[in-house]
């Protein structure tokens, strides 16, 4: 059983937090804490921002505000920090669903769009010269349409797709991310250590005017 000092608060900030349009952000919602039950129950309601349209649609919280809150809220409580040093909370509307018609256009454009540049690609590297090639090295006849190799090697580029970005429609073959996920995980995370940089700059810059950008109203 862990043992938690009585006089401390332990919070560990989440990276990344959304919230709607005049929402509110409480201290359960951004960190996970970590004290005595009854200390940890009212914590989690301390109130760190509430959002106005003037602020953006991103506001950075960081330990500093957090510390403050917690302080006024909870007078000689030890606060001690575990993880990352703020939390990025991202003002979204309610996402509304694509209309049919721009997924039809969306889908059409990428699938000739890929078929192209696959095309192209087998173009440029003389492929079914290759195969031609290849033909008669192993049968010692060049004919015209190698389809023995073309048809193999198309459902093969077709098979290595699905297995390489590791999706049949919506079920995964393994648990294993795909490139494509790993890909997303990475941009996204650079674009919040960017967002988050730039929003702890404007605030140094601004000073305290500044602060308000940075979960600064409680």
Do not use: C
């Amino acid at each position: 059983m862990t043992t938690v000092r009585t006089n401390t608060l332990y919070v560990r900030l989440r990276k990344r937090l959304v919230i709607r349009p005049g929402g509110t952000v409480r201290l359960g919602d951004a960190a996970r804490l970590l004290a005595d039950e009854a200390r940890e129950r009212r914590l989690r309601e301390l109130v760190l921002y509430r959002h106005a349209p003037e602020d953006g649609d991103r506001v950075v919280i960081d330990m500093l505000h957090v510390i403050r809150a917690v302080s006024e809220a909870e007078p000689g409580i030890d606060v001690e920090f575990v993880g990352e040093p703020q939390t990025l909370v991202t003002v979204a509307a309610r996402t509304q669903k694509p209309l049919p018609g721009m997924l039809i256009v969306a889908w059409l454009l990428l699938f000739f769009g890929s078929g192209l540049a696959i095309m192209n690609f087998h173009a440029d590297v003389s492929m079914l010269e290759v195969h031609r090639r290849m033909t008669e090295l192993i049968t010692g006849t060049k004919p015209d349409r190698p389809l023995w190799f073309q048809i193999p090697y198309s459902v093969g580029v077709g098979l290595g797709m699905v297995l390489f970005f590791n999706r049949v429609i919506r079920r995964k073959l393994s648990e294993e991310p795909s490139p494509l996920e790993v890909e997303l995980y990475l941009y996204q995370e650079n674009v919040d250590a960017y967002v988050v940089a730039d929003e702890m700059r404007k605030l140094h810059q601004g000073g305290e005017g500044g602060g308000q950008r940075s979960g600064g109203r409680g």
